[in-house]
């Protein structure tokens, strides 16, 4: 009975003696926004003793008895350290919040402008490729993320593309494919150097589709037009130009138009040239000389005659390098701009020779 006695005194004493002996530290690590950190790293100063935090921040520490006046370290890259003396807490329970080190917030700061000096600078070579007017808001760069930029300090840096660029142009229903060279944009003065354009047809998901594409091109043909002609009033013009020959194209001549001279307003003879008139009047003299269809132009205020030969409504435009229809070099393409003169608008008012209005034949002359 004595024995039996004595040795549960003598368990009991060595649990308490155990339980004294060692202390179970818990908690969680926090950020300053109260999001747990895990694999941080928690360890008594000057021991061998730690844990480290698992994927909920939460963490569990035992404490030898000859270690509890000690103070208990926790550490993660990115954070600034804190120890936190163990005398202090009578609990077992110590939820630890980390701040953010300072190098760290520097290091976010840079990469966030960096990140929004690339944005601005991919912007900057969308604009260049689609221009800003009602047919750009309805085209899309679609790998934009492909261009690479090399920084040349101040305003200025060059870029080409890794790949092949695509645009759809969900305007006037195509597609376009091209190489980018190395380029560069400097302020307001941008070079860009695009080869081996190719094109290929969008499939319209409806007849509105379809229909809104077809009254887009009319559009662009004939505000380039337009703005072709206007190109010759303002004497804008250049050696360099292409030729070419657009037929069945219903131009809105008046009946009276195969007169022998016609002189005046010239939006009377063009309608739908200049609504505003701005072109001017008494400005022009037109000619048609009977059997060829011979179509002079003469501009009064600065002596400049032009030509435009055919017959059963066809005739050859020559197109100015600061005019508005253009024969493009890549590959044979004719292009019109819906723009004014000398504005780049680029890609997305590109009218490619295969996607001209309806009943409108173009035939390159070269």
Known sequence: MKICIFFHFLLSFSLCKFSFAQKNIVGIVF????????????????????????????????????????????SCVGYERK????DSYKGDSINVFLKISNDTISEVNKKERRSFLVKSRLKKI?????????????????????????????????YYASKPIVILNK??????????????????RTTYNN?????????PQNSKEEKFWENNRKRVFYSSTRG?????????????????????FDWSFPKNFKSEVISGNFT????????????????????????????????????MEQYFEGSNNVFEILEFRNGILKFDNFGNVLSAYSTKPGKNEMFSSMLPKDYLPKNVDVEIKK
């Open 268 to 303: 009377e003879i063009f309608p739908w040239l200049n609504k505003n008139g701005s072109v001017g009047k008494d400005v022009f003299e037109m000619k048609v000389n009977s059997g060829k269809e011979l179509l002079v132009f003469y501009n009064k205020s600065f002596g």
């Open 171 to 188: 305007a006037l229903g195509y597609k376009i494919e091209f190489e980018v060279g190395k380029s560069f944009i400097d302020g307001n």
């Open 195 to 203: 080869t081996n354009i190719k094109f290929s047809p969008l499939i």
């Open 126 to 158: 969308e604009n260049v490729l689609t221009g800003d007017n009602f047919y750009s808001k309805k085209c899309k760069v679609v790998n934009l993320n492909d261009f690479i930029l090399l920084d040349s300090g101040g305003h200025k840096f060059y």
């Open 31 to 74: 950020d300053s926004n109260s999001r747990p950190i895990p694999n941080v790293s928690i360890h008594i100063v000057n021991s061998t003793v730690g844990t480290q935090s698992s994927i909920s921040g939460f963490y569990k520490i035992d404490i030898p008895r000859n270690l509890r006046e000690r103070e208990i370290l926790f």
């Open 83 to 86: 120890k936190i003396a163990l």
């Open 228 to 248: 072709f002609f206007y190109s010759i009033a303002r004497n804008i013009n250049s050696d360099y130009y292409s030729t070419y020959i657009i037929s069945n």
